[in-house]
């Protein structure tokens, strides 16, 4: 069969999993080899197509945590377990996950941002033995936007994870509140002696904000690694829709380290 890189192939919803109101987790058969971090095209035919990064991934089945919101995502949100959904890639360099073995890994991440690092995260958890400290710093507008709850309650009770969740402007039982950045300065970076990488990913805003509280704590820009949302057509470098400068997202991301994704600035 001819390899055809932007040809959707059909896959079947095995299951789907409400977060909120607005977000649902699609568990959909894949057999296609992926990354944390990476991202697929959606596809539902006379309707349209999206990117979305994976959520999570394992043996058969790929995970994605969608917001709807436009035509695409409409239509998906209708559809039941056992329909089937068009499909292309994986696309995109994915975290370095290499890069994170025996060393501290801060995650700091916001609202929908969680999505493209949790199946990274995932695997630190059931890896216990891979990373040392887990530090994870993560966001959301109100208790209504919370994201895979299970999860987050699993992660905080593993002895080497050290969280903090917050909430922008309400009381939550457990949780913090005020913006992620608050709470930065709460990491001790100076005892982990330079063995260790910040993961970051959220809204624009957020992300810049972050890496100059990183900064300021005096967090060098080369262990900082951030993941860029951007719209994203083609997925292959060709259509320019992701194009920044010379930086095309799709290919040369959606991952940069800091001491480049500082300068992509549209």
């Known amino acids: 069969m001819f390899n ?47 990117p979305i ?92 936007s919370i994201l895979f709850k299970d999860e987050l309650e699993k992660w905080k009770k593993a002895g080497y994870f050290h969280v903090v969740y917050t909430l922008d402007n309400e009381k939550y039982s457990g949780w913090q509140v005020g913006m992620v950045t ?16 910040c993961l970051v990913v959220g809204p624009p805003v957020m992300m810049r904000f972050v890496g100059k509280e990183l900064i300021v704590n005096s967090v060098p820009e080369d262990k900082i690694w951030m993941s860029f949302e951007r719209k994203m057509s083609c997925a292959v470098g060709k259509c320019g829709h992701c194009r920044i400068d010379e930086t095309y997202v799709c290919l040369d991301g959606p991952i940069f380290n800091y001491t480049i994704g500082k300068k992509l600035v549209d």
Not at 187 to 197: A, C, Q
């Open 4 to 50: 055809n890189p932007v040809r959707p192939e059909p896959h079947k919803i095995l299951k789907i999993i409400p977060q909120t109101k607005l977000e649902w987790t699609f568990r959909i058969e894949n057999n296609i080899p992926v990354k944390h971090g990476q991202f697929m095209q959606l596809s539902i035919p006379k309707v349209g197509e999206a």
């Open 53 to 144: 990064s994976l959520s999570g991934f394992g043996k058969g089945y790929a995970d994605f945590t969608i917001r709807r919101v436009g035509k695409v995502t409409d239509r998906l949100f209708s559809m039941k377990e056992g329909d089937y959904i068009f499909l292309r890639g994986c696309y995109g360099n994915g975290w370095p996950f290499e890069k994170l073995k025996d060393k501290n890994v801060v995650v700091i991440a916001g609202g929908t941002g969680v999505s493209p690092v949790k199946s990274l995260i995932d695997e630190l958890f059931d890896r216990s033995d891979y990373a040392k400290e887990i530090y994870l710093i993560f966001g959301f507008k109100n208790s209504n």
């Open 182 to 197: 608050n709470f930065i300065k709460n990491i001790p970076f100076e005892s982990f002696k330079g063995n260790y990488e």
